[in-house]
C-alpha cells in the first residue's frame, strides 16, 4: 500500500521540477523570432541574437545554418568568458 503522505510529498517535488522548467520558457509571440527572413525586394537573413546576417538567404532556407551556429555559439562564448 501506498503511503499518501510520502505520495503527496514526491508529487510536489514533480510539480516544482515542472514549475521551474515552465518558468525559463520564453513566449512564443510575435517580435520573439530568432531570425528575420526578407525576401523581396533584396534578400537577407539576419538573427536577431548576434546580428550576423547573409544574404544568401537560399542556402539558409536549404538548410545551411552553420554560420549562424558558429556565431551564436562564439556569441556565448565571449559572454560566458565577460562574466568569468
Known amino acids: 500500500m501506498i503511503n499518501p503522505r510520502l505520495y503527496h510529498i514526491e508529487l510536489e517535488k514533480r510539480n516544482a521540477e515542472i514549475a521551474k522548467i515552465e518558468s525559463s520558457k520564453l513566449r512564443v509571440d510575435f517580435g520573439s523570432q530568432i531570425r528575420n527572413y526578407v525576401l523581396h525586394p533584396y534578400k537577407l537573413v539576419k538573427d536577431n541574437r548576434t546580428s550576423h546576417e547573409t544574404s544568401d538567404a ?5 538548410g545551411g545554418l552553420n554560420e549562424f551556429m558558429k556565431a551564436y555559439l562564439l556569441a556565448q562564448s565571449e559572454e560566458a568568458a565577460s562574466k568569468d
Not at 58 to 62: E, G, H, M, R
Open 58 to 62: 537560399q542556402n539558409v532556407l536549404d
